[in-house]
């Protein structure tokens, strides 16, 4: 286990009913001790260190990074309301709590006046805030040669990505190994996925429910995976 990283606590719980993201002081010190360590390809440490507010910044050759938190899981209850409407209470699998295995950093500083990366998925229709559309889009940003629904707004925060060399140290440095399939390379869509083609939200009660699945396994699953850290 990571030292001081207890992947069974909610962070909901020591945030006074706000935006743990925000407000919760266990969650900016797991991102610390999480996250500080040696980049790819001896590229530096990364080094978080708190600001005041919610952010936690890196300063590097590249530059100085100021990242929020962000959970990386989403229930689209909102998004998703009227199918969730027509599934028994009872069939809805139970929330687990917002825990280390569903949280990730994002630079967190508008450029241009234009939307962060955090705001830009959770706006774009093609993304509706999943983080399994937004690892593909990321793996698209890495080779370069495919488009995606967040090019403009990956390309803005170009240097962050710099930092992990490629879409392998990304993944690596991040542990977000389980939400790719046995190949390494692929993404491990909670919902079927046809070349952003497809709708981000569930359109049925069995899509949603194994939505729900497949969001649950990968939060377990990554939450085994930190506590395995050294």
Known sequence: MTAGVDTSFNYHDDSDGKD????????????????????????GTFCLA???????????????????????????LDKAARVIRTIPEAEIPPYGGYTAGSALVFPGIQIDGKRTINQERGCNSKIS??????????????????????GDV????????????????????????????????????????????????PKTKDEYLEYL???????????RTIDAQP
């Open 20 to 43: 743990p993201d925000k407000y919760s002081p266990t969650l900016r010190r797991h991102h610390q001790l999480l996250w500080s360590k040696e980049l790819p390809k001896g590229g």
């Open 50 to 76: 708190p600001e005041s507010g919610s952010k936690l910044a890196f300063e590097s050759p590249l530059g100085i990074f100021r990242l929020s938190s962000d959970a990386i899981t989403t229930r689209l």
């Open 129 to 150: 805030d999943r983080f399994d559309l937004t690892l593909e889009c990321i793996r698209r940003h890495y080779l370069g040669i495919e488009p995606n629904p967040l």
């Open 154 to 201: 990956l390309n803005r925060y170009g240097t962050f990505f710099e930092l992990f060399s490629d879409f392998d140290g990304y993944v690596e440095f991040f542990l977000l190994t389980d939400l790719l399939e046995e190949d390494g390379a692929t993404v491990k869509f909670f919902h079927f996925f046809d070349d952003f083609t497809t709708p981000a939200v």
């Open 213 to 223: 699945r497949r969001k649950n396994a990968f939060i377990a699953a990554r939450n």
